[in-house]
């Protein structure tokens, strides 16, 4: 079974950095396209980014340039290195993986259960 | 980027209802579908995917409908634990992946 676990939230300030780690079991983050997906207080659920098994990354509009997704394959981990964050990250972050892949028209199948990452002066 | 429309935003229901939700793309997305259910608190779950590809530790009676660009997901024999938030997503080629805006269940 596929597990994921985030770390890394906490309080930044605006304008700040944070890198949020994803360490994933059961399966290597080098084999399955791995995502992160935010929900921000009473809003929906926000794709941000995915870093596909070649290395192919893809960001959100709303966080390109200012996000970055990256894999380490020695340690199964993923991280979302974010920078110039602004109130509005303020969210919970999901790491989640398609482990099924194509047989699964690439759902997102394993999910963490989130950590918080707050904007705030 | 492919926009999802889900309707409605929220729906008042009973136990041992038929709901339907419903998600339109912007665009033609074949099946690339897929529907989440999200709790307070808890990981999203997929209910649905590739539009009414079903798993088998989801209950029967969510069942997931259409291609192209409009997609339904019906609950049938509302339960008390189906009360949540749902979500459809579209995986059609390259990202953006975008999420629909959701339709709360109460």
């Known amino acids: 079974e596929v597990q994921l676990v985030e770390s890394g939230g906490g309080l930044v300030q605006p304008g700040g950095s944070l890198t949020l780690s994803c360490d994933a079991s059961?399966?290597?983050?080098?084999?399955?396209?791995m995502n992160w997906v935010r929900q921000a207080p009473g809003k929906g659920l926000e794709w941000l980014s995915v870093?596909?098994?070649?290395?192919?990354?893809f960001s959100a509009d709303s966080v390109k340039g200012r996000f970055a997704i990256s894999r380490l394959n020695s340690q199964n981990r993923v991280h979302l290195q974010m920078s110039r964050l602004r109130v509005d990250d303020t969210a919970v972050y999901f790491c989640?993986?398609?482990?099924?892949?194509?047989?699964?028209?690439?759902?997102?199948?394993?999910w963490g259960q989130g950590t918080t990452v707050t904007v705030s002066s | 980027d492919i926009q999802l429309t889900q309707s409605p935003s929220s729906l008042s229901a009973f136990v041992g209802d038929t709901v339907t939700i419903s998600c339109r793309a912007s665009q033609t997305i074949g099946t690339y579908l897929h529907w989440y259910q999200v709790k307070p608190g808890r990981a999203p779950k997929v209910l649905i995917y590739g539009a009414s590809g079903f798993l088998r530790e989801v209950p029967s009676r969510f069942i997931g409908r259409g291609s192209g660009t409009d997609f339904t997901l019906t609950i049938s024999d509302l339960q008390p634990d189906d009360f949540a938030t749902y979500y459809c997503q579209h995986t059609y080629r390259t990202p953006p992946w975008t999420f629909g805006q959701g339709t709360q269940v109460e």
């Open positions: 989640t993986a398609m482990t099924a892949g194509r047989d699964h028209f690439y759902s997102l199948d394993v």
């Open positions: 870093i596909y098994p070649n290395g192919d990354t």
């Open positions: 059961g399966s290597s983050v080098r084999s399955n396209y």
